[in-house]
């Protein structure tokens, strides 16, 4: 069983989270996030969720101002309103302290409020109902187009000189490839919230291969040369 298939419906989630405010990542559900916790209020936020449910709450800055501020940990800047919970399914301490630890991606969330807590991270309410199809794996994947993301993605490759695992892409389920190249694809905060929020699978297949052609026509093969 995979570990986020205890989550079978929105009842299965909590009613409040621990929120980890980062600008430019992603999580999607079933993806997985690497995560390097160094900062003591999060190092605190990994060891609750170990003792407690194991969810933590992925969320951006809203905007500039709350980038810059989201380094003091004493500012609360503003959060976009949806965001995406994961499980901690792997966790290693490191000889210095650090946690490096992994997200699965559970279902996407809006906040709804925010705890008065003495934790010195940050807990929010939220709900889940507009995001019930997230905990269906596989869910919209039929109507995804697949063949223009892989022609789109080929030439990005290409153009940039990059190589990619084209067995692994093939074999992957049309989710797992939207959803993967979504939370590793090079775009700003802004772009990658637009991702994150996306109503359905399609709607983030055609979003993610409208930003790479934006990309590739920002960009010419002579300036991708590798040198």
């Known amino acids: 069983m995979a570990p986020t298939d205890r989550y079978r419906n929105i009842g299965d989630l909590p009613a409040s989270i621990p929120v980890f405010p980062l600008a430019g990542v992603l999580l999607l559900p079933r993806t997985q996030l690497p995560l390097n916790i160094f900062e003591p209020r999060y190092l605190r936020m990994v060891d609750d969720a170990l003792r407690g449910e194991r969810i933590i709450g992925m969320v951006q800055p809203a905007d500039e101002a709350a980038i810059a501020a989201s380094t003091d940990p004493q500012a609360k800047p503003r959060l976009a309103e949806v965001g995406c919970a994961g499980r901690l399914t792997a966790w290693t301490e490191t000889a210095d302290g650090r946690n490096l630890i992994t997200l699965t991606?559970?279902?996407?969330?809006?906040?709804?409020?925010?705890?008065?807590?003495?934790?010195?991270?940050?807990?929010?309410?939220?709900?889940?109902?507009?995001?019930?199809?997230?905990?269906?794996?596989?869910?919209?994947?039929?109507?995804?187009?697949?063949?223009?993301?892989?022609?789109?993605?080929?030439?990005?490759?290409?153009?940039?000189?990059?190589?990619?695992?084209?067995?692994?892409?093939?074999?992957?389920?049309?989710?797992?490839?939207?959803?993967?190249?979504?939370?590793?694809?090079?775009?700003?905060?802004?772009?990658?919230?637009?991702?994150?929020?996306?109503?359905?699978?399609?709607?983030?297949?055609?979003?993610?291969?409208?930003?790479?052609?934006?990309?590739?026509?920002?960009?010419?093969?002579?300036?991708?040369?590798?040198?």
């Open 105 to 227: 991606g559970i279902a996407r969330f809006r906040i709804t409020g925010e705890l008065d807590v003495t934790t010195p991270y940050r807990r929010c309410t939220v709900e889940w109902d507009e995001f019930a199809d997230d905990l269906t794996p596989e869910f919209g994947g039929t109507e995804v187009s697949r063949d223009r993301l892989l022609e789109i993605l080929k030439t990005y490759l290409d153009r940039h000189g990059l190589q990619a695992d084209w067995r692994t892409i093939t074999q992957s389920s049309n989710e797992a490839l939207v959803n993967s190249l979504s939370v590793i694809s090079p775009y700003g905060p802004r772009e990658k919230q637009a991702l994150l929020e996306a109503k359905t699978l399609e709607d983030r297949n055609q979003l993610l291969i409208a930003l790479t052609e934006i990309a590739l026509q920002q960009t010419s093969p002579s300036e991708t040369t590798v040198q």
